[in-house]
DNA sequence: TAGACGTGGTT
DNA sequence: TAACCAAGTCT
């Protein structure tokens, strides 16, 4: 092998590369991961829409939840949609759990009740891109196809010099097309779980390989020095600032609370909130509150903050008196609200009511 | 295609 | 702290 040159095209070294990665798997892979113990692919599934965006640690009581309570396809494509989000409640990207009940309706009805065994068909259940359909198809059903995610992008970026920007889709066909020939024909599902361990390990994101790396010797870019520089990434997004608040408003016993439900798309779409009142500064609130309900007391010092990906929320609790009914709120006594499913930005708030009550 | 979509952890 | 990262997909 010759140093500083893409080894991709070289049959030795890619069989010396796939022996090195599967070799250094069996030794230090993560065998222990509850989704390792059975490649059925309803459970490789569940684990891996799950995993995305989210890390492992985080998944795994969700994981042995899920499971328990939906052994499975069948019993997730009649499950009230409640129950599924009980299940999900905390973890995020709620969309997912909704699409994983059409995509087990769609097994049940379009597949016989049997998952799809390829990359290409298991694209066509809803919420399974070119990930997770390759994901499932190499683990569960053995096809060789890279499972291209942020771990292999990184992994195959550093090892290969790729520069192609990994923020633009159209660069998944470059990166697929380097990748395909070198995936190991005999256990590809290994092989896609092995660059993923890699990636969080000695290829993670901020790691720099060291001399003594197993995959050293295969790294292009740790040979001139300019590891941390892959993967390159363009796009960026800016957080936005908003302001709410919260209406606390106990019903006339005392005993219930007010809440309204969140429109059926978008962000946390469904839930329920306490109702919120937007405001387009810190400034307003207090006087915008005070406008609407002039005895408005607010109950917390500090604003309850809340981070997503792309806005960050800081919403001031305020109790107020009503007169009147209005159209849009319902009162729910704490037991019923208990039985619903909640996101992590209504558990704060509550919890900050119950301290400040 | 760029932006929406949750949450928790790290720097 | 604000920004960035973590087993992506949908519109």
Avoid: C
Avoid at 176 to 205: C, E, H, W
Avoid at 304 to 311: D, N
């Amino acid at each position: 092998m010759t140093a500083f040159s893409d080894w991709s095209e070289s049959r030795e070294t890619v069989a010396d590369f796939r022996k090195t990665l599967l070799d250094w798997y069996d030794e230090s892979g993560r065998t222990h991961l509850p989704w390792r113990e059975n490649t059925d692919a309803y459970h490789v599934w569940v684990s891996e829409i799950m995993l995305q965006q989210t890390q492992v640690e985080t998944v795994i009581p969700y994981y042995e939840r899920f499971l328990f309570a939906l052994p499975t396809v069948a019993d997730l494509a009649v499950a009230d949609e409640e129950l599924l989000l009980k299940l999900w409640s905390g973890l995020g990207y709620y969309s997912r759990v909704r699409n994983m009940q059409k995509a087990a309706q769609q097994v049940m009805i379009d597949f016989s009740g049997q998952f799809p065994r390829t990359a290409k068909d298991l694209q066509k259940l809803a919420g399974i891109g070119p990930y997770t359909a390759a994901a499932i198809a190499s683990i569960s059903f053995h096809e060789v196809v890279p499972a291209l995610d942020g771990n292999m992008f990184r992994v195959f970026s550093r090892l290969l010099k790729i520069t192609a920007d990994i923020a633009l889709p159209k660069s998944r066909q470059i990166f697929y097309d380097k990748i395909a020939p070198i995936v190991d024909p005999v256990r590809p599902g290994d092989f896609n779980q092995a660059i993923m361990d890699l990636g969080t390990s000695l290829m993670a994101a901020k790691t720099k390989t060291t001399a003594e790396s197993p995959f050293a010797r295969f790294n292009l870019s740790f040979k001139d020095g300019t590891e941390l520089d892959f993967p390159v990434k363009s796009k960026k997004v800016k957080q936005v600032q908003r302001f709410y608040a919260a209406l606390v408003s106990e019903s006339d016993d005392g005993a219930r609370f007010a809440y309204t439900q969140r429109p059926t798309t978008g962000l946390l779409a469904d839930f329920w909130t306490f109702p919120l009142l937007e405001f387009t500064s810190w400034d307003d609130i207090y006087e915008g509150v005070a406008a609407i309900y002039p005895t408005a007391q607010q109950l917390t010092i500090k604003p309850v903050t809340h981070i997503f990906t792309h806005q960050k929320w800081q919403i001031m609790l305020v109790k107020v008196e009503t007169h009147g009914s209005h159209k849009n709120w319902t009162y729910f006594s704490d037991e019923d609200y208990e039985k619903m499913p909640q996101t992590t930005l209504q558990v704060k708030l509550q919890a900050a009511l119950k301290e400040n009550l």
